[in-house]
């Protein structure tokens, strides 16, 4: 038998260690039995009909969606400010302002969100869905805005003026040049915003109310073991939804880099 | 050359980037229909003037005025100036066509009309038929072209060029020079060219304006920048110059005497000293091909000196000789043409130099 050396049974060991538990929701969403154990008993979609025929996990997944489009367009917009005035122009206290706002990317989660919660409550805001897109806008932005930087920052500002050279106004400029240059960091940016804000738990525990959230929904069923198959059959819907959405992402992002010619220097696959 | 109408006017321009003084006291004026150059090492203001002129920069006092007309209030996009970026500032994500025709977007004239000037400012550039082509696709020189073509098709007065060679390797360089000048002359519109390479500005240039730190040192047409620079440093950033060290003995008549090491004492006349010297202790300067090393048998048809081989570095139609002349330490530079038939000498060979005071220039 070849010797394997040992960093290469590491790197195994790790793949095992990331993937084989990811491997494992599929195979007992399909199983015919509530017990979470080998051996499998048979295959039925039982689990799927009665995930779709849960009201509140419609009304979960509804909101966790409304949030996190809600917030990925807002972090993404915001981002596009900031990282613009970042990259482009020089203003006293730059540096400062621009850590205040990447601050929330290394708070813990749970400060920001007792705090929000503590103001939102003294100011008199009932808790809702809005309230959680409030939260989840914030922890957002910085990944926003770090990603657009680099989108911002690796375009020649020499575009812009010439396209600003040849009549276009500053905006038509943004809108004809900028923009399509940028798309791919827009787009790159709305995407990761969008899975931070579907699969956070804390500021969603704190902030929704009585709304639930997917993965606030998630973890409150998680007490029931009659319904962990079905949190298994959601589980492999949402791992199916990931994969096709980071194909989108990575589509977008190939295509952008063959329409600019730029090289290819990694992305997410 | 009938002497033309001012295109632009610089009326003592100032830049400052906060304490830094990036422009300081610029006036002069560039023709219309002139190849204008600005020269200068990098840090210079150069691009900073350029950029001024096309609307990037504003300045800090004094106008800038372009036909007759105050530019302080009018915006770039709103000017008659097009430019061509160092970098060339193709739309990576257009196509030729599309770059070339992206200044006619607010034209108003029907569409096969605008098709037809692209076509032509292709053609005029050497790229007839690229139209469809993906602008990343191109080449160095290819995207150049395009630059050129896009900027000129709005048919501006002026055109600004920011180093626009400088990323073009050197075959390329020179072939897009001659390219540039035939181009200029065709259409007929100022170029305004900012560059850092002093042949590049000599072959191409009707005027250039040498900078340094942010003045203007010396504004003439190349010949009279080669041949009279009024400072040491003009002279010493255009091409090759030798300095000997001189005194000036005294003025009269518009001539002045001078004794220079190396040289002796002799006359020079008063239009040789550029940088109104007005005695004691000079320097005068000669370009490497005013002196001439002689063979046996040749005669100096002015003056003659003598001096000792120090280096030789051979470049096949040239050979560049450091001679020490007698009585001076450091060597003077001296170019030969090689001529069939006659032996490049050695290193250590006394020789005789011929030598003429009016191609010196006399510096303070």
Known sequence: MMKLPPLRIYALAYLVFLYAPIVLLPIFAFNDGTIIAFPLKGFTTEWFAQMLANDTLGRALKNSLIIAVSSAVMATCFGIFAARAASRF??????????????PLVLPEIIVAVSLLVVLLGMGVTLSIFTVMLGHILICTPYAIAILNTAFNSLDRSLEEAAYDLGETKWSTFRLITLPLVMPGLISSFLISFTISLDEFIIA?????????LPTYIFSQLRFPKQIPMIMALGTCLVLASIVLLTIAEYFRRRGIARTGGKDTGGFL | MTTRPTMIEFRDVHKYYGDYHALRGITAQIRAGEFFSLLGPSGCGKTTLLRTIAGFEDISSGAVLIDGKDMSRVPANKRPTNMVFQSYAIFPHLSVQQNVAFGLRRDTRPQAEKDKMVAEALEMVGLKGYGARAA????????????LARALILKPKVLLLDEPLSALDKKMREQMQVELIKLQRQVGITFVLVTHDQEEALVMSDRIAVMFEGEIAQLADPETLYRRPNSRRVADFIGVMNFLPAKVLGEAGGHIQVEAAGLGAFDIEAQQAPGAVTGGEASVGFRPETLTIL??????????????????VYYGDMTYYDVKLDGVAAPVRISMRNVFGRPVLDVGTRTRVAWSPGALVLFR
């Open chain 1, 205 to 213: 525990f704190f902030l929704a109310g009585n709304e639930p959230t």
């Open chain 1, 90 to 103: 020089n203003f006293p206290g730059k540096g400062g302002i621009i850590g205040l706002i990447m601050l």
């Open chain 2, 136 to 147: 990343h696709a191109l080449s160095g020189g290819q995207r150049q072209r395009v630059a």
């Open chain 2, 295 to 312: 063979y046996e048998g040749q005669t100096a048809q002015d003056r003659e000196t003598a001096g000792t081989i120090d280096e030789v």
